[in-house]
């Protein structure tokens, strides 16, 4: 019990600055740290409402904030993970989306997530990869992650796609309980990697180049559906990779047009700032999530 106490938000942001920070920069954000700024519209799918009452989903086009990241304090584009976080500024009310290219999460819960970041922390300035390796095969979600992570590749924004990790939980017109559902954002243009010549050509900062010349002629597109569990699929953990065919239901569509340079990097993305008709995740890490992102955008001010 005292060691689960130990894993606050407080003890967790200071992990991050153990890993991420940058004595030259002691303000910069210390995950995601790398990313830009971009604007846009969300236009719901007509009579979505009718699956999800979810009020915000009835004005036909909504301004929307987007900030596109790196993992970690990753400054080089040619690595893997994606952020994405957006907000929908409705007339009345917002939705924060904040989101990674991964399907699931590496950790189930505080211990887990701690575990997983310490052992990176170097000692006497060098990382132990052999231990690395050898608890990612250990610990199931360390290695489910790895897994996934194996599985997908290095793309351009326009290729990517989106994933909530956690289930939320959806009021409907007709029913009294709530249902659950993850959200997904694939992009219209499909789900592509680089190949070996094109990362060649790459440089460390080709997401924005390649946002900024997609962008001149089209906006970058991505639908967003409500992925319904089935059966047996975990809706309690965002480690679970709900695998074969589901229910979805097609949200809308978030069409991305225009830069807008670097000063969102400043800003902060609460997961939990949801509007009428979308509740909190059911799972031991969401509220501790939220509580990290404050202290983290606190110790910047
Ligand atoms: C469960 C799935 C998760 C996803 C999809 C996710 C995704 C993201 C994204 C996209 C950002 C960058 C937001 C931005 O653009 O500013 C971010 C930032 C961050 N994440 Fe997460 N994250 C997850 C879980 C967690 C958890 C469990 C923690 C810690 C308990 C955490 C700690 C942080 C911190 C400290 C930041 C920086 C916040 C700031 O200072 O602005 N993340 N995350």
Request: hydrophobic share 35%; charged share 25%; aromatic share 12%.
């Amino acid at each position: 019990q005292e060691k689960k106490e130990m894993y606050d938000a407080n003890y967790i942001a200071d992990i991050f600055y153990k890993l991420n920070s940058d004595p030259q920069d002691p303000k910069r954000k210390i995950n995601h740290t790398k990313g830009f700024c971009a604007s846009g519209t969300f236009e719901p799918t007509a009579n979505i409402t009718n699956a999800v009452d979810i009020p915000l989903l009835k004005q036909r086009s909504i301004p929307v904030e987007v900030r596109y990241s790196l993992g970690g304090a990753s400054m080089d584009d040619k690595s893997k993970t994606r952020g994405m976080a957006i907000r929908l500024q409705g007339d009345k009310e917002q939705w924060t989306l904040v989101m990674t290219n991964s399907e699931i999460l590496f950790a189930k819960n505080p211990e887990e997530f701690v575990q997983f970041l310490e052992m990176r922390i170097p000692v006497n300035g060098k990382v132990d990869t052999e231990k690395i390796k050898k608890v990612t095969q250990e610990v199931d979600s360390f290695r489910n992650y790895a897994n996934f992570m194996n599985t997908i590749g290095i793309s351009s924004l326009e290729n990517t796609p989106f994933y909530s990790n956690h289930t939320f939980w959806f009021k409907t017109p007709k029913q009294k309980d709530l249902i659950p559902a993850k959200w997904k954002f694939i992009p219209k243009d499909g789900i592509k990697y680089l190949d070996e010549k094109e990362l060649k050509n790459a440089n460390k900062d080709f997401l924005t180049e390649n946002f900024q010349t997609y962008t001149q002629a089209k906006p970058i597109e991505y639908d967003m559906y409500l992925v319904y569990p089935n059966k047996g699929d975990a809706t309690d953990t965002p480690t679970a990779l709900w695998k074969g065919k589901h229910k979805e239901a097609l949200v809308g569509t978030l069409k991305v047009q225009q830069y807008q340079g670097m000063q969102c990097n400043k800003d902060v993305y609460f997961p939990a700032d949801l509007p009428t008709g979308v509740e909190a995740p059911k799972d031991p890490l969401f509220d501790l999530r939220n509580a990290t992102y404050g202290i983290t955008f606190g110790r910047r001010q």
